[in-house]
Every structure is written in C-alpha cells, then in structure tokens.
T-cell receptor
Framework: DSGVTQTPKHLITATGQRVTLRCSPR?????VYWYQQSLDQGLQFLIQ???????AKGNILERFSAQQFPDLHSELNLSSLELGDSALYFC???????????FGSGTRLTVV | DQQVKQNSPSLSVQEGRISILNCDYT??????FLWYKKYPAEGPTFLIS?????DKNEDGRFTVFLNKSAKHLSLHIVPSQPGDSAVYFC??????????FGAGTTVTVRA
C-alpha cells in the first residue's frame, strides 16, 4: 500500500457519459497530480493541485476537470466520454520537489 | 512535445548481468531526474533520483548517471535479478514540481 488511494479501480462506461475518479493523497502530502497512461504510451501529465489550488496544467482536455478539496482529496471529472479516453488514470502525491511522487494503483477506465 | 525520451521500448538481460537503461531530455531547465519502476496492475514506484548538481547517485544495485552536456541520463542495475523485470520510466522536472515522463522501457530478466 503506497498510501495513495484511488477509487474505483476499474470503470466501464458508455460513450457520452460522465465519470468521477477519486484520489486520496498520502498523509502529509499537499500536492496531487493526475496522469493518463494510454496503451503503449508513457504517463501524460494532466493537472496538478497544491493545497487546494491549481498549480500546473498539462495536456488536459476541456472535457476534463479536476479539483482538490479542503481535506486534500482530489477528483478528476471526465465528461462526454469518447472511446479514446480509455486509459489508466493515475493519481500521485508529493510533499514537493526533491521527494518524488507516490503513485496510487490507478483507475482503469474503459469506454465502450 | 515529448521532452523526455526513452528510445528503447524493451530490454532483455540475463540474470546476474548489468541492465543499462537510457533516457534523453530536451528541456535545459530540468534540474531533477528520477526513475520509476512499474509492475503490471500497480502504480509506478519511485526507484532513484539525481539532482542536476550531481553526475552520479548510487543506491544498492541501482546507479543513475547524469550527463548534463549531453542531456542524457542512464540507470544501471547490477546485478540484474528476476524481480527487476518491470517497466522503467525516466522522469524529469524543473522548478515547477511537475514531472515529465518518458514512454518507458520494459525490462525482462532471463534466468
């Protein structure tokens, strides 16, 4: 157990639907990062939050949004889902640069 | 725009031999580099890191080398063990805390 909890582990949904992925960071970590890993591709950075505020944005689609709540857990919302959104979505947390990230085990999203 | 590149998608090595994984980067602002290891159905786990003020960092069987002039880093695993079979990701960051990852190299250690 890495200390970063992601739910659900698996999600199957239809095109056009909306889903919410949840992440609880490791205790004491203020930063949360979301990454997407599509088939045969590396980890693509989506977005970072630090203590409730958006800190950095990557190649996140407009159909996707995220937030970090006062208790530091984070949610990634994916809407108007397309087949190409099928991927592994990882959440990671950290104390800051120099400490590395701790990753959750991911949510596997399948859009059918 | 892929700022971190791992050009070898796979590597096969015999148990007990050295595994060398390579990584190149393009962003000269990167000042912190990391390697992560990932098993199937698990999230990546931190393996070893190096700051740009160093050119080598060692942790047990794992050593990371950084060549800033060439914008190149490598991970050496000596000796390779069957449990090292996994996907290895190279990652880098500037001062913005965000990590950019390479596409990964799948290492297979043969008995």
């Amino acid at each position: 157990d890495s200390g970063v909890t992601q739910t659900p582990k698996h999600l199957i949904t239809a095109t056009g639907q909306r889903v919410t992925l949840r992440c609880s960071p490791r205790s004491g970590d203020l930063s949360v990062y979301w990454y997407q890993q599509s088939l045969d591709q590396g980890l693509q950075f989506l977005i970072q939050y630090y203590n409730g505020e958006e800190r950095a944005k990557g190649n996140i689609l407009e159909r996707f949004s995220a937030q970090q709540f006062p208790d530091l857990h984070s949610e990634l919302n994916l809407s108007s889902l397309e087949l190409g959104d099928s991927a592994l979505y990882f959440c990671a947390s950290s104390m800051g640069q120099g400490y590395g990230y701790t990753f959750g085990s991911g949510t596997r999203l399948t859009v059918v | 725009d892929q700022q971190v590149k791992q050009n070898s998608p796979s590597l096969s090595v015999q148990e007990g031999r050295i595994s060398i994984l390579n990584c190149d980067y393009t962003n000269s602002m990167f000042d912190y580099f990391l390697w992560y290891k990932k098993y199937p159905a698990e999230g990546p786990t931190f393996l070893i890191s190096i700051s740009s003020i160093k050119d080598k960092n060692e942790d047990g069987r794992f050593t990371v080398f950084l060549n800033k002039s060439a914008k190149h880093l490598s991970l050496h695993i000596v000796p390779s063990q069957p449990g090292d079979s996994a996907v290895y990701f190279c990652a880098a960051s500037a001062n913005d805390y965000k990590l950019s990852f390479g596409a990964g190299t799948t290492v297979t250690v043969r008995a």
